[in-house]
């Protein structure tokens, strides 16, 4: 399970996660690998996946649609990302139905197998050249059900996924301090490597953020634990 922070403060945004991944291999049992799942859109936005694998190609499909058609606005961008995504999920989840379909001998025998899927969530993040009064927009798109439709969640400035009521608090405590982004940067990072006691975080752990200047990412490597 990938670990993503995102949070929005009158500075600007920043953006934190993983990059472990599982693969099954039927020999050998589980596999860990990484991926990059916190991408750039454009010069002030970004998208990072959390949840089922098929997140991360979603995402990379999402960042080159909106790079081919030039896109830099963050509420064009929003709302291009819920039908986009869907159709995509849709289309994934009707491949994997179709992959496990049974034999006519095997249905005779045996009910179908239920598809083991798990939800898959985004979070949208930009810098507003409209919005000159709420500029930094966070967007959090998901399913929580496996195969169920993906929908837009309530906006929130301060998303954790999974979900962990302390770092949300310790987020807003600082942010009300008039914590700066490299100090909210540092408390991620902190959680992160924290997180990657488990088997299901790992490094190399990927911190950016979202401000008038532009979008900025900051790689911490492997050997940075």
């Not at 934190?16 to 002030?44: C, E, I, N, Q, V």
């Not at 849709?90 to 197998?113: A, K, N």
């Not at 962990?164 to 100090?183: C, F, H, P, T, Y």
């Not at 959680?191 to 401000?211: M, N, Q, Y």
Request: aromatic letters at 8%; hydrophobic letters at 35%.
């Amino acid at each position: 399970m990938t670990q993503v922070i995102a949070c929005s403060t009158p500075e600007g945004i920043v953006l934190a996660t993983d990059s472990r991944a599982t693969w099954f291999d039927p020999a050998a049992g589980m596999k860990y690998f990484h991926l990059k799942k916190l991408l750039r859109l454009g010069s002030h936005s970004a998208i990072v996946s959390a949840g089922a694998g098929i997140g991360v190609e979603m995402g990379v499909a999402f960042q080159q649609f909106i790079q081919g058609r030039k896109v830099e606005g963050i509420e064009e961008m929003t709302q291009l990302a819920l039908p986009f995504l869907n159709d995509r999920y849709g289309q994934y989840v009707r491949e994997r139905r179709m992959e496990r379909l049974p034999s006519p001998e095997e249905t005779d025998r045996q009910e179908e197998e239920a598809f083991p899927l798990s939800g898959v969530y985004f979070v949208l993040a930009g810098y507003s050249f409209r919005d000159r009064h709420h500029p930094y927009h966070l967007c959090l798109f998901g399913c929580d059900e496996e195969g169920m439709p993906i929908r837009s969640h309530p906006p929130s400035p301060i998303l954790v996924i999974p979900r962990s009521l302390s770092m949300e608090k310790r987020l807003d405590v600082e942010i009300q301090n008039g914590a700066s982004l490299g100090g909210l940067s540092s408390l991620c990072l902190s959680f992160l490597k924290k997180r990657s006691a488990e088997e299901e975080v790992g490094p190399p752990f990927h911190v950016a953020s979202i401000t008038p200047a532009g979008f900025r990412e900051i790689i911490k490597e492997e050997s940075d634990r």
